[in-house]
């Protein structure tokens, strides 16, 4: 069973973006490899947080995992910060990362861009990424693009090390999420939807309630044409409207096209709101149920716990490798 790894900055709630893209599919993906979801919570203060909202964040997240199916028998969910194997191995990983190769990271050009003061974690922190996915002897990792660079610097890191010290990383491979409905923006729909969209109503949160979803499905930009057609170059608010509908009710874009055909964009929308909060209402009531549980925080106990178990490991010959630490004398 090959192991995959996977970690969700706690940056604030989910979108239905990231639900499509990431946790729905790490739902399906528990089934058949060794799981380690981890929330990073060290890469999310690369930039400044203020600590009781970030605190919040990562339960919050820990229960939306949960909430939407993660079953901890299945997979290991942990929060970062609780494994100190990851900032040890990532100042490791630092010292065989070259500036010149963190200095092509576009993801730094673009947080850091315009910016007085530009934290130095920012800068290094894909070696601290390398880091949380080599500890767990990971197979495959699941990207998107926006993180296909910072894997294979991982690649890159995994195999200097193994060549300059001892054979100690697992190389692992990258794993685009096949392909699907890319959820775009509800006013821009020519973008993706993203959770650090300035525009409230640009987005649909995984904790939204039942009328805030209608709210925001009936502002979404569409066209004066008035009909419900799948076309992504003129059309692109109405298409973007059938993808989310189509992921979240199971039919087709075909079936949904005849489905509102000769209706208004009225009749559409309100079935691409029923279609979302049918998924979600279930998933928030279980997320309440869990937020400020012991259950909760059981399970998260154990997850740093089996989390650690591997990470020492790995650590222990890493260390070995590169002669950090000292061997003990046994007693003449």
Not at 84 to 107: K, N, V
Not at 230 to 258: C, M, Q
Request: some cysteine; overall charge neutral; glycine content about 6%.
């Amino acid at each position: 069973m090959s192991t995959i790894f996977s970690g969700i900055q706690p940056s604030g709630t989910l979108t239905i973006g990231n639900y499509v893209g990431a946790i729905r599919q790490f739902v399906e993906l528990q089934n058949s490899h060794n799981c380690f979801f981890c929330i990073v919570d060290e890469h999310a203060v690369t930039v400044p947080q203020e600590r009781l909202k970030l605190r919040d964040n990562i339960r919050s997240l820990a229960a939306i995992y949960l909430a939407s199916g993660i079953d901890p028998n299945k997979s290991t969910l942990f929060i970062q910060s609780e494994v100190p194997a990851h900032t040890q191995l990532g100042w490791m990983m630092q010292s065989i990362s070259y500036m010149g190769e963190l200095e092509r990271m576009t993801q730094f050009k673009d947080k850091s861009e315009g910016k007085e003061a530009v934290s130095s974690a920012l800068f290094t922190y894909p070696s601290l990424m390398a880091a949380d996915i080599l500890l767990y002897n990971t197979d495959l990792v699941p990207v998107g693009d926006d993180q296909k660079q910072h894997l294979e610097l991982t690649r890159d890191l995994a195999q200097r090390f193994n060549n300059r010290f001892l054979d100690v990383f697992t190389v692992p491979e990258i794993s685009i999420p096949k392909v699907g409905a890319r959820i775009m923006s509800l006013q821009e729909p020519t973008k993706k939807m993203s959770k650090s969209d300035e525009n409230a109503k640009a987005s649909i949160f995984m904790l939204d309630d039942p009328k805030k979803i209608e709210k925001k499905i009936k502002s979404a930009v569409t066209d004066s044409e008035g009909i419900v057609k799948y076309d992504k170059e003129n059309k692109p608010g109405v298409s973007n409207l059938l993808d989310i509908h189509a992921v979240f009710s199971g039919e087709t874009i075909e079936e949904l096209e005849r489905k509102y055909e000769g209706k208004g964009y009225g009749d559409f929308k309100q079935g691409v709101a029923d279609a979302i909060i049918n998924v979600l209402k279930p998933i928030q009531d279980r997320y309440y149920e869990i937020l400020d549980s012991a259950l909760l925080d059981q399970i998260l106990d154990q997850g740093a716990e089996k989390a650690s178990l591997v990470a020492n490991k790995t650590i222990q010959k890493a260390k070995k490798a590169m002669g950090l630490g000292r061997v003990k004398k046994k007693n003449q």
